[in-house]
T-cell receptor, first 109, second 114 residues
Framework: DAKTTQPPSMDCAEGRAANLPCNHS???????VYWYRQIHSQGPQYIIH???NNETNEMASLIITEDRKSSTLILPHATLRDTAVYYC??????????FGTGTRLLVSP | DGGITQSPKYLFRKEGQNVTLSCEQN?????MYWYRQDPGQGLRLIYY???????QKGDIAEGYSVSREKKESFPLTVTSAQKNPTAFYLC?????????????FGPGTRLTVT
């Protein structure tokens, strides 16, 4: 059963920020939010994860709402190479990663 | 360079034949995974192994078999019992013993069975 809901597709202009939303209204207190992306015909790539606090790394920022029922992945300056399917995953303990259908982000010139 | 290799990138087989997909990693990771991806779909877990000589079924193990004789290697055999074997197969690995769910993926093998 899917624990997350993501829009099927989004568009973004090159150089602008891409904000990808994810709803996880049934998330429990010990569950993490993980983001992966998959460029066409390649294996998925880990991007970032968080529990309660906002997180930032060299690839992206993750904003988690205070009630933890939703989050947003931010690519601050999207490039054409960021065109991919982005997966939001909620997980804890000994659960296995479950990849849904994600959001297909298209970055255009 | 450290990473995961899968070979071959494309594989073609006739229906009724078994085929083995290779997955090798030099990241010194304990855990390894096999996923299947169909067009427009997310990844589904076939088998995973947390340690050498041990593995567990994932969500869609029927028609597949694996072995884990070495830490670096986790080959997947697609048997003739798998009803719809044509798919994109992805291997991954991760560190065990931590709460990290960061998995490193190989480039994948696209299997076509006719």
């Amino acid at each position: 059963d899917a624990k997350t809901t993501q829009p099927p597709s989004m568009d973004c202009a090159e150089g602008r920020a891409a904000n990808l939303p994810c709803n996880h209204s049934t998330i429990s207190g010990n569950e993490y939010v993980y983001w992966y992306r998959q460029i066409h015909s390649q294996g998925p790539q880990y991007i970032i994860h968080g529990l309660k606090n906002n997180e930032t790394n060299e690839m992206a920022s993750l904003i988690i709402t205070e009630d933890r029922k939703s989050s947003t992945l931010i690519l601050p300056h999207a490039t054409l190479r960021d065109t991919a399917v982005y997966y939001c995953i909620v997980i804890s303990g000994f659960q296995k990663l479950v990849f849904g259908t994600g959001t297909r982000l298209l970055v255009s010139p | 360079d450290g990473g995961i290799t899968q070979s071959p990138k494309y594989l073609f087989r006739k229906e009724g034949q078994n085929v083995t997909l290779s997955c090798e990693q030099n990241l010194n990771h304990d855990a390894m995974y096999w996923y299947r991806q169909d067009p427009g779909q997310g990844l589904r877990l076939i088998y995973y192994s947390q340690i050498v000589n041990d593995f567990q079924k994932g969500d869609i193990a029927e028609g597949y078999s694996v072995s884990r004789e070495k830490k670096e290697s986790f080959p997947l055999t697609v048997t003739s019992a798998q009803k719809n074997p044509t798919a994109f197969y992805l291997c991954a690995s991760s560190i065990q013993g931590t709460l990290s769910y960061e998995q490193y993926f190989g480039p994948g093998t696209r299997l076509t069975v006719t």
